[in-house]
């Protein structure tokens, strides 16, 4: 009969192995709650998950999007943790034999986390380097102590028969120790991603809209259908779609925030937040549209947004007539740009502040961001805007450009069915319902058909702006049975979407979107 059971050394390369994974865990925990107590010190897991998505090619990135959506960073980030614990794992192993390692690749996660989060803005660089580098030595504190305890408890066989009792109870004092570490590193974490959380969030409530100058229309009957399943005309911050390379968002603090305009100017300007608010505000309802959105998909709101135009801005700095790209940057380094003539061409882009009647969600760009109604948000929207820079077009690309994504870059056509869903199945009447966008040329029809049969107009509601989207509705009278059902969109030039299919990549997706549904 042989014996199954794991060697002494193989179980000893385990223990060493957790031992390391929990000091690794440890390390970034009091980094996070560094960054919970300090708004100049950013959390280490961002910068460095920051630092990935810069580095990482425009494939990578496209994959990550496509296939796990807004969900992105949340994996990103669970998977830049799940890099460091595994990191932690091997060291400990290593060190079990080799103590000199444990300090050594502390010493060398240190430097790295160091490194990402000066270059992500560190408000408080002397306090990042003091915080981060103290985190990394208790890091390899613990692994050592784990290490030491872990030894005294692998008593030799003869030992242990000799002796009875010691190994067990050294192992206990081992179990308890590495336990200790572990929940240490997870109250840690937690506990900075929260004080992070509720320190921005009570910063961004604090903030009071002023009244604007130019009001929108509120939203009345005959600008909603009222259709069990059809998204709402306007879209709130909890289900606004959201698509940006922010790891975690960023905090930033209104007080202490400017806004630039440089480059190809007559003077250069600096705006602080209250500056913004104290200009004339305007509303505008804007649809906006993730460029990486799939025919059919959500990636893609309308919203109130109120804000300062930004013509108003760039008059005050003067515009210079070689001044061809309008750049924004974002706190994080984040960039996009747009034709210049984007901003004189009557869209009206906003620098907003506001949205649905709120101060800007932090999600969303708090507190102020660039909205430029036709253009896909990769090469305009901004969020979380700090600088505006002007220059050529061929002087700068933004940060997809380089990536795979084209330039030039408004925002196609488009129309979704939102009721029947894909597979369902219907008994009674069917109510086709959806939406349908094309800013800054507005909807002019859009038309549904089941099976082969002749193409139908819907019903429209009645358009808030020629920016924004418009609900859609059609009675149709189809018989027991399976069925496919299509739409498509004309815009307000005449022009009816292409039913040709076209990836998103690398100016927006093309097509009709279609269903199957079974009626009963």
Partial sequence: MSDTSPTIGTVAARRAGWSGAAAAGLALGITE?????????????????????????????????????????????????????????????????????????????????????????????AATVIATASAAAIGALALRLLLDADRRSSVPPEAAAAVPGPDVIERRRFLGLLGTVAAGALVATIAGRQLIIRRSEAVRVSAELPEPEIRVVEVSAEHAFDIPGLTPIVLGEPRFYRVDTALVVPVVDPETWTLKVTGMVDREVELTYDDLLSMPQIERYVTISCVSNPVGDTLVGNAKWQGVRLVDVLEMAGVQPDASQIVGRSVDGWTAGFPTAAAFDGRDPLIVVGMNGEPLPRRHGFPARLIVPGLYGYVSATKWLSEIELTTWDAFDGYWIPRGWAKQAPIKTQSRIDRPIFGDRVVGE??????????????????VQLDDEPWQEAELSEPLSEDAWVQWMLAIDAPPGSHRLRVRATDGTGVTQTERRQDPRPDGATGWHTIEFTVA
Avoid at 52 to 74: E, N, Y
Avoid at 85 to 114: E, K, M, N, Q
Avoid at 430 to 447: L, M, Q
């Fill in 430 to 447: 069917v109510i086709a319902a959806g939406v349908a966008w094309a800013p800054t040329r507005g909807i002019a029809k859009v038309e």
């Fill in 33 to 125: 709650f560094a960054a919970g107590l300090s708004s100049g010190i950013p959390s280490a897991i961002s910068s460095i998950g920051g630092v990935i998505v810069d580095i990482s090619p425009g494939w990578l990135a496209r994959t990550a999007i496509s296939v796990l959506g807004t969900a992105d960073k949340g994996a990103l980030a669970i998977g830049t943790v799940v890099v460091a614990l595994v990191l932690g794992a091997v060291t400990g192993r290593v060190a079990s034999r080799r103590p000199w390692v444990g300090p050594v690749v502390f010493g060398a996660f240190a430097l790295v986390g160091i490194a990402a989060q000066l270059a992500s803005g560190a408000s408080a660089p």
